[in-house]
């Protein structure tokens, strides 16, 4: 056996990386799979509180009774608190359509989904952070702070008509400018601009 572990060589190691790799990759794989069908049956979930209080009256009183009668059901499961069974409302409520939630909303965390309904009044704006949080694989203390910080207004999330009025050199140069908070508070612009 010693002999034969001796004669492997160069090539095992490579062998070895390569399939750490593909276990690695597998695994994110998984894990974002796995994501964006929670992240689905919580919208599922949502909309069928949410249906049902709208055609049946159904109070707060009935979400506690599913929260607890889904949490006896499935006791290894954390995410059936009556909490979270409101933000499932809450997130159904906030995007009707489904294939919404199933194209960005599925790529992020539930926490994420939170703290973009819980910090933005605006659907194009949590959208945009969204795409941005994928794009950048912010955590959810990430996103909270480039929410808190006003990334979408900062990096020309704000519509202009710069295109339309400006010729194109000065077009670009206008967008870039707004791009830079430190134009912004050099002119002492605030919020309003």
């Known amino acids: 056996m010693a002999k034969e572990l001796s004669n ?3 090539d095992y190691d490579v062998l070895l990386r390569a399939l750490k790799e593909r276990i690695r990759i597998a695994q994110v794989r998984a894990v974002l799979a796995v994501n ?5 049956l919580y919208w599922q979930i949502g909309r069928e509180i949410l249906t049902r209080q709208q055609q049946q009256g159904w ?3 009935v979400i506690d009774k599913l929260a607890k009668d889904l949490q006896k059901e499935f006791l290894e499961m954390k995410g059936f608190s009556p909490r979270n069974l409101k933000y499932m409302r809450a997130f159904a409520e906030t995007y009707p359509e489904e294939p919404i939630v199933q194209g960005m909303l599925a790529q992020i965390t539930w926490y994420h989904n ?3 309904m819980e910090k933005l009044k605006f659907q194009a704006e949590r959208l ?3 795409q941005k949080t994928v794009e950048h694989g912010w955590s959810r203390n990430i996103l909270v702070y480039q929410i808190e910080s006003q990334l ?3 990096l020309g999330g704000a519509v202009t008509n710069f295109d339309r009025a400006l010729p194109q050199p000065q077009s670009d140069l206008a967008h870039q400018l707004l791009k830079d908070p430190y134009c912004f508070d050099f002119l002492s612009l605030g919020e309003t601009a």
């Open 8 to 10: 492997i060589g160069g």
């Open 36 to 40: 964006r069908e929670l992240v689905l």
């Open 59 to 61: 109070g707060s009183k």
């Open 114 to 116: 939170i703290a973009l």
């Open 128 to 130: 945009w952070y969204a």
């Open 152 to 154: 979408y207004q900062r």
